[in-house]
């Protein structure tokens, strides 16, 4: 078996006083399709926020695709990663947004079009020839001049996806990016999700509180509480066996009683 | 006591020597505004900067030029700099001096426009792995832009009243002019009354000009396609 694509050792984590991981022990492999699901502040969403650098770590090792993410080596020890590693680890990675965070002043195809041109310095002709496969992929061929104000949240969401494939990231983040949307908009952006994953294999890592979804789409489920995996397995396991107590108690109160 | 009567003739006649030193008050304006918005940009990157020593000696510089009086930075630069072997034109002297003064001001209203961009939007930037200059330059300047327009309007316009303190290193802008008309004809009433309403006529130009800017200037942002 080949190393785990992200592992996470020891890693620990605070804001302030709060302690979010205290030793925290995670892996994913490649190609496998991770969901996390428990209550909020339980330290789902800074997992991935972690992973694309948009948190830093208060101990511990985190690897990706086998490089040390948060540290690099240095005169024959580990020292904390400087700007240029973080970029160069960035390029395994691409992350979907809760809120979307669109560009409000660029059109939908620049939205998608800015990073392959500025980082990996693709000439505009190949990035929009890219963009439109894209758009075509989610489903917005019409939308590409369109200001992401002038779309549907669910359309918006969609372009979060295309834009975060455009730097074609073997490791996908989805933090929570169906909460954000109203319920008969759902659909439409999971649709996009799954089409993704028929299509091509990824590494995926969603955090969501779509029960039905993650159970559907993963190859595993973790179950989070106070920042540790409460419990983890494959998705039929978790949803109709679980074990611990604090599992059942979440998905009771998530699913009725009815599962 | 004639100097009391308007002398409409006298008008006439003075009138395109004030206009011509009005084109250089508008020029030390518009050069000084160009340089205040340069520096002011940079004063606010550099106190952005997670360097702390370059943070806070930014700080003490802006804190420093904008608790001294600008006559005294003008005299400054004009009279002691030749010391150190730079000496400028009267007019460079003046775009340098306002740009410096203003630019101290206006990079605290580019900071809070800066301040303003949601903490998404640098994400997201971070994300897509843009570097910083890519992240100022495509994403957070084009939105910023906007709600920086009226502040930095009226400090533009300021500057443009300040122009007459330039005449205390001898260059020939509009009230300087006036006075030497003044004194050659014994007659001071038209040509500082002159002065006044070419200042008021310009000040609500700007200030309608500004506005206008500021009302077409799309919510959203400097758009890029």
Redesign the interface.
């Given at each position: 078996m080949n190393a785990p694509i992200i592992e996470f050792k020891n890693v620990k984590k605070c804001f302030g006083d709060t302690v979010i991981f205290s030793d925290f022990n995670f892996k994913v492999e490649e190609n496998e399709i991770v969901s996390i699901i428990g209550p909020s502040g339980s330290g789902k969403s800074t997992l991935l926020r972690i992973l694309?650098?948009?948190e830093g770590i208060d101990g511990g090792y985190i690897n990706v695709a086998g490089e040390s993410l948060w540290h690099m080596p240095w005169q024959g020890q580990y020292v904390p990663a400087n700007g240029k590693h973080l970029?160069k680890m960035?390029?395994h990675?691409?992350?979907v947004?809760q809120?979307f965070?669109?560009?409000?002043?660029?059109?939908v195809?620049?939205n998608i079009t800015?990073?392959p041109m500025?980082?990996k310095g693709i000439s505009r002709e190949e990035a929009e020839a890219s963009a439109e496969k894209l758009l075509k992929l989610v489903g917005l061929s019409d939308k590409a001049?369109s200001?992401p104000?002038d779309l549907s949240g669910g359309q918006k969401q969609r372009v979060g996806i295309a834009?975060?494939l455009a730097?074609k990231p073997s490791i996908l983040l989805l933090d929570e990016i169906t909460s954000a949307l109203d319920p008969e908009l759902v659909d439409e952006v999971l649709d996009v999700i799954r089409n993704l994953v028929k299509e091509d294999s990824f590494t995926m890592l969603l955090v969501t509180h779509e029960m039905y979804f993650a159970r559907e789409i993963s190859d595993r489920v973790c179950f989070f509480d106070n920042g540790a995996i409460v419990e983890e397995g494959a998705p039929e396991t978790i949803f109709t066996q679980p074990k611990e107590e604090r599992t059942k108690a979440f998905l009771n109160a998530y699913l009725g009683n009815n599962s | 006591m004639n100097g009391f009567q308007w002398d409409w003739a006298f008008t006439w006649e003075v009138l395109p020597m004030i206009l011509s030193a009005a084109k250089v008050t508008l020029l030390a304006t518009l050069l000084g505004s160009i340089f205040a918005i340069f520096m002011g940009l940079v004063f606010a990157l550099l106190r952005r900067s997670n360097r702390g020593v370059l943070r806070i000696s930014v700080y003490w510089v802006v804190e420093f030029i904008r608790s001294t009086p600008l006559l005294v930075q003008i005299f400054f630069l004009y009279y002691v700099m030749p010391e150190f072997g730079i000496s400028l034109s009267p007019l460079a002297t003046g775009v340098l001096a306002l740009g410096l003064h203003y630019g101290a001001y206006l990079s605290e209203v580019f900071r809070s426009g800066i301040d303003g961009i949601?903490k998404?939007?640098w994400?997201?930037a971070?994300?897509?792995?843009?570097?910083l200059l890519?992240t100022y330059k495509?994403?957070v300047l084009?939105?910023a832009i906007r709600p920086m327009i009226p502040a930095t309007g009226n400090y533009i316009i300021a500057m443009f009243k300040e122009t007459p303190q330039l005449s205390a290193i001898t260059l020939l802008e509009m009230l300087q002019i006036a006075k030497i008309i003044g004194s050659e004809n014994f007659r001071y009433l038209e040509p500082f009354t002159l002065v006044g309403i070419l200042y008021l006529v310009f000040s609500i130009a700007a200030a309608y000009g500004i506005h206008q800017v500021e009302r077409r200037f799309?919510k959203?942002?400097?758009?890029?396609?």
């Open positions: 694309m650098t948009l970029h960035r390029h990675l691409g992350m947004f809120h965070n669109l560009f409000p002043h660029m059109t195809k620049r800015e990073a500025r980082v001049d200001y104000n834009r975060a730097m | 949601e998404g939007q994400e997201a971070r994300a897509l792995n843009l570097s890519d495509d994403i084009p939105q799309p959203e942002g400097f758009s890029l396609k």
